[in-house]
């Protein structure tokens, strides 16, 4: 089942764009990701998906539902983190909680406390006392509190320490296993490669790929690193590289046997090559002309 489907959803604020001819499809019990640096589209994306912004054209249905006629009934299904949550200054986080649980007309107190207990949150300080990570910790439990069917986090982690990091995923992978959809907008390329099965990279406003994790990192490149010396400056193929004493790393894309051939006229004391990882595969699908 397709619990996120657009068409050619677009966005623009005036003349600025927003998004462009969006085509994206999240199935039931997927962990999908969603890749772009800050200003690519992927919160307007959120946003519009939501309901909380009109589309310029095109359409978006969750849960089968048009999020421009039917976004009450979209809401209450999901959980959704924005990438700054602000909340009303005076009020302790527990009455937060409560306000959100209110909202949604559910008593989300039982849940409330285990996730606070798990994100070793303190209810009863005053939101403007948060640090920016506790205020993040507060959004997700408001997020996570009424255990909903779809959650949309829009750069989740930022602020979080890494111990908080990990046990925020282990919520997410509880969850996603006991049935939840999770659409997790993120530039950090580590936490895609580690928790999605699948992911879209967004560019410009438009979706640039959309595949399989596993298939997005792969590329003909591969990451060469050589202790020693060789004249490899003529050599085509040749990116990203980086010197250091008595040795060289480079992504590397053109003929193995040229590559060899370079090689043994130097004097090459190791040699490794490895995949590159997805953070640099992900810098050549944003090259206009990059070859991967």
């Known amino acids: 089942m397709e619990i996120i489907k657009t068409s050619r959803l677009t966005k623009y604020y005036g003349k600025a764009r927003g998004i462009i001819d969006l085509n994206l499809t999240v199935n039931q019990g997927e962990f999908f990701g969603f890749i772009g640096p800050n200003g690519a589209g992927k919160s307007t994306t959120i946003r519009t998906l939501l309901g909380l912004i009109t589309p310029t054209s095109g359409s978006a249905l969750v849960f089968g539902k048009d999020v421009t006629r039917e976004k009450n009934a979209i809401l209450r299904r999901c959980g959704y983190l924005p990438s700054e949550a602000m909340f009303y200054s005076g009020m302790r986080v527990k009455d937060v909680l409560t306000l959100s649980a209110d909202m949604r007309r559910q008593n989300c107190a039982a849940e409330a406390k285990r996730l606070c ?174 070859d991967v």
């Not at 596993?214 to 490149?221: M, Q």
């Not at 202790?227 to 004493?245: I, Q």
């Open 117 to 290: 207990e798990r994100l070793q949150l303190d209810v009863s300080r005053k939101v403007e006392e948060l640090s920016f990570g506790n205020r993040k910790k507060v959004g997700i439990v408001c997020a996570l509190q009424h255990q909903p069917e779809l959650l949309v986090l829009d750069e989740p982690t930022s602020g979080l320490d890494p111990l908080m990091q990990k046990e925020f995923f282990d919520i997410l992978w509880e969850r996603n296993q006991q049935g939840a959809t999770i659409l997790l907008s993120s530039h950090v390329l580590s936490e895609i490669q580690r928790n999605c099965t699948r992911a879209a990279i967004i560019r410009d406003g438009r979706i640039i790929a959309c595949s399989s994790v596993e298939e997005l990192a792969k590329t003909r490149a591969r990451r060469v690193t050589v202790h020693g010396t060789a004249d490899l400056t003529s050599l085509p193929g040749v990116r990203d590289r980086v010197e250091a004493e008595h040795s060289v790393s480079f992504l590397y894309s053109g003929d193995i046997s040229s590559l060899l051939r370079a090689l043994a006229s130097g004097q090459v004391d190791d040699l490794t090559v490895t995949e590159p990882e997805l953070e640099e595969v992900f810098l050549h699908y944003y090259e206009k002309d990059g």
